[in-house]
Nanobody
Framework: QVQLVESGGALVQPGGSLRLSCGVSGIIFSIFDMGWYRQAPGKQRELVATITRGGSANYVDSVKGRFTISRDNAKNTVYLQMNSLKPEDTGVYYC?????????WGQGTQVTVSS
């Protein structure tokens, strides 16, 4: 059974930082690409960042230079370091992976950027 569990969301002021974590079980984590998505109120879920099993990262333009995705295969965990946060980064953040073309999601963690 594939399980993804996000943590680390919080209320933070503009310009602040957060690190999200996603613990994964039920798969051989090291061979899977991973992604972080977010969903703002009233908007569709959007891809924020991905990291391949080899460690190559890609980002949506709006977070380039501010967010960093990383993984620790020994801990079966993927991280999203978020710096210089803006109000428009507010939303529920989800981690994701795919197995045989089936998407697996965690329950999400709320990030609110507000003064």
């Amino acid at each position: 059974q594939v399980q993804l569990v996000e943590s680390g969301g919080a209320l933070v002021q503009p310009g602040g930082s957060l690190r999200l974590s996603c613990g994964v079980s039920g798969i051989i984590f090291s061979i899977f690409d991973m992604g972080w998505y977010r969903q703002a109120p009233g908007k569709q879920r959007e891809l924020v960042a991905t990291i391949t099993r080899g460690g190559s990262a890609n980002y949506v333009d709006s977070v380039k230079g501010r967010f960093t995705i990383s993984r620790d295969n020994a801990k079966n965990t993927v991280y999203l370091q978020m710096n210089s946060l803006k109000p428009e980064d507010t939303g529920v953040y989800y981690c994701n992976t795919q197995l045989l073309s089936v998407d697996f999601w965690g329950q999400g963690t709320q990030v609110t950027v507000s003064s």
